[in-house]
């Protein structure tokens, strides 16, 4: 059934989870990493070099108070930019052939629109997380002088003003993350897998986020630890964790959502 021809937008069903079912996600993740990992690095690239790029373009146009923003803003797009690592999950299950190419074929997916509109509907998210972050700069440290980037640091750790911004812009970002994360857990892997709307999939998300709240923030606790690790140096280390996380994250949805 096309997502177009999808029952009303109710939630689905949702199983419990627990501690237990999060490391069985991880572990199962990281065996689909491990069966094919030269072709998924292709994938994982597009994190560590789009992150270096933005850095160097705050850098090169010292908007220094974007930077952490942008990095931190840029894990709301994972759950989308994962799509292809969920394709390849759900082929190796079934299956069938995992080789690259199939990481693409997402695209003829009948759930693609719904996934697409998800996908723009989280991209307007970060736009709005970065305009919030950049009124609060301006708000409380909109006279710095933006000349280097030790010039920006200094006021940002020793002035009143600079840890209201820290303190205030942290608060914020962890509601969008809170948003973000609630309504994505599982819903791509959804929409991927019964091409049900993309109401029917935020809902079935947010449900199962109710229905297991210890078990969820155990997971958000570990994508957040994952790609801090993964961050260090550089970005680089997300070359295994985004996959890693990605192919989990379909295993996840399987353990949530009753099939």
Do not use: C
């Not at 797009?77 to 994962?82: K, N, Q, V």
């Not at 799509?83 to 079934?94: H, Q, V």
């Not at 997916?109 to 700069?137: H, R």
């Not at 260090?232 to 964790?241: M, W």
């Amino acid at each position: 059934m096309a997502a177009n021809d999808a029952a009303p937008a109710d939630a689905l069903p949702v199983n419990e989870i627990g501690i237990a079912d999060i490391k069985d996600a991880l572990r199962q993740g990281y065996s689909d990493f491990m069966a094919q990992p030269s072709h998924l690095l292709f994938i994982a690239l597009i994190y560590p070099i789009a992150g270096i790029l933005l850095a160097r373009l705050t850098v090169s146009y010292n908007i220094f108070p974007l930077l952490f923003p942008l990095a931190s803003g840029f894990a709301l797009l994972g759950p989308f930019a994962a799509i292809g690592l969920y394709e390849i999950s759900r082929r190796r299950e079934a299956g069938m052939d995992t080789s690259w190419k199939h990481a693409l074929d997402v695209v003829h997916s009948p759930g693609i629109g719904q996934i697409a509109t998800l996908g723009a509907l989280l991209m307007g998210v970060f736009l709005a997380w970065l305009f919030s972050a950049w009124i609060i700069y301006r708000w409380l440290m909109g006279d710095v002088p933006l000349d280097s980037f030790e010039g920006f640091m200094t006021p940002l750790l020793t002035t009143a003003n600079g840890w209201t911004m820290i303190i205030l812009g942290n608060s914020l970002g962890l509601l969008f993350a809170i948003l973000v994360f609630a309504m994505t857990v599982i819903s791509f892997p959804l929409m991927l897998d019964r091409h049900v709307s993309m109401a029917t999939a935020v809902k079935t998300s947010m449900a199962a986020v109710e229905k297991s709240p210890r078990g969820m923030l155990y997971w958000a606790l570990t994508i957040t630890a994952l790609l801090v690790l993964g961050s260090l140096p550089v970005l680089v280390g997300l070359i295994i964790v985004m996959p890693v996380l990605g192919h989990a994250s379909w295993h996840l949805y399987r353990k949530v959502v009753p099939r």
